[in-house]
């Protein structure tokens, strides 16, 4: 019980960000989601449009620092996911791969 109360009155916030349209956000799980190997306790997801996308899991508050920074400064285009792709669909149309030359 005291983990519990201590758990919920704790801020478990490591770091939270925007970048674009992007809501970046690490924190403390609380458990070891690490079934083999090191435990991985940190969380860094990625919001885009209401939606978690992709996701990185650390040990250590450090870590999981070092992750959300690195995660941040690699969302940086502001364009969603959807909008990417279609960008990449547009381009190979226009643009033939090199084994077609």
């Not at 940190?42 to 996308?53: I, R, S």
């Not at 959807?82 to 381009?91: A, S, T």
Request: charged share 25%; proline share 4%; aromatic share 10%.
């Amino acid at each position: 019980m005291l983990w519990a109360e201590r758990f919920e009155a704790d801020n478990r916030i490591v770091a939270q960000d925007q970048v674009g349209n992007k809501w970046i956000s690490t924190v403390f799980l609380g458990i070891d989601h690490g079934f083999d190997g090191p435990p991985l306790l940190f969380e860094t997801m990625v919001f885009e449009d209401d939606h978690g996308g992709d996701m990185w899991r650390y040990s250590t508050w450090d870590e999981a620092m070092e992750g959300h920074k690195a995660v941040c400064a690699g969302a940086t285009s502001g364009l969603s996911r959807k909008q990417l792709e279609e960008f990449r669909d547009i381009i190979e149309v226009l643009i033939p791969p090199l084994s077609s030359i």
